[in-house]
C-alpha cells in the first residue's frame, strides 16, 4: 500500500479548493493500492485556507525548530504542520508503507522542490515539513516525476 497526495487523486483538498488530478494515482486508488491522505487538513486546516509557505529553510529545519511555516497574512501555523505530518507518519506506519507520492512545492508534501517563503512564486530546493519527518523516518517519498519508477519497482 502507498500513501499519495489527496489532490493528487483528485480531491480538492488544495489551499484554494482545487485538485491536480492525476490518473495514474486515481487509478491506484480504485484498485485499493493506494491511500490518499492529506497532512494539511489531517493538521487542522480547512478547504480552502490561506496560502502558507516556509520561512528561513526547509521542513528539515521546521522540524528542527529553526525554521516558521507562516501563511500570507503572517500568521505562524508551524505547530498545524508538524501536526499533520506526525499524523501522515502515524497512517503510513499503521499501513506499513515503504514509499508515498506527494505533491510537489508545497510546505507539506514537496519532496524536493518548495517555494522560497517570499510568497512570489520562487522556489528553491527542499523538502516539505511531512515530506522531512516520513524521510527521517525511512519511508521514500516521491513526487509525480518518481510514479512511473515507483510503480515498476512495485510490481504495478
Known amino acids: 500500500m502507498i500513501l499519495v497526495s489527496s489532490c ?3 480531491l480538492e483538498v488544495r489551499y484554494n479548493g482545487t485538485h491536480c488530478l492525476n490518473h495514474k494515482i486515481r487509478l491506484l486508488i480504485d484498485q485499493k493500492k ?17 496560502p502558507a509557505e516556509i520561512i528561513g529553510g526547509d521542513g528539515d529545519d521546521v522540524l528542527d525548530g529553526k525554521a516558521k511555516v507562516i501563511e500570507k ?6 505547530d498545524l504542520y508538524i501536526t499533520g505530518a506526525y499524523s501522515t507518519l502515524r497512517m503510513a506506519q499503521e499501513y506499513h508503507t515503504t514509499a508515498v507520492v506527494l505533491k510537489e512545492f508545497s510546505p507539506s508534501c514537496g519532496s524536493s522542490m518548495i517555494y522560497n517563503g517570499e510568497f512570489k512564486d520562487k522556489k528553491i530546493p527542499g523538502n516539505g515539513v511531512t515530506t522531512a519527518l516520513l524521510k527521517r523516518n525511512g519511508i521514500r517519498v516521491v513526487s509525480e516525476e518518481g510514479l512511473s519508477d515507483l510503480l515498476q519497482e512495485a510490481g504495478y
Do not use: W, Y
Not at 73 to 78: K, L, N, P, Q
Open 8 to 10: 493528487l487523486a483528485g
Open 34 to 50: 493506494a491511500l490518499p491522505v492529506c497532512p494539511e487538513l489531517l493538521g487542522g486546516f480547512s478547504t480552502p485556507r490561506e
Open 73 to 78: 497574512s503572517g500568521r505562524d501555523v508551524t
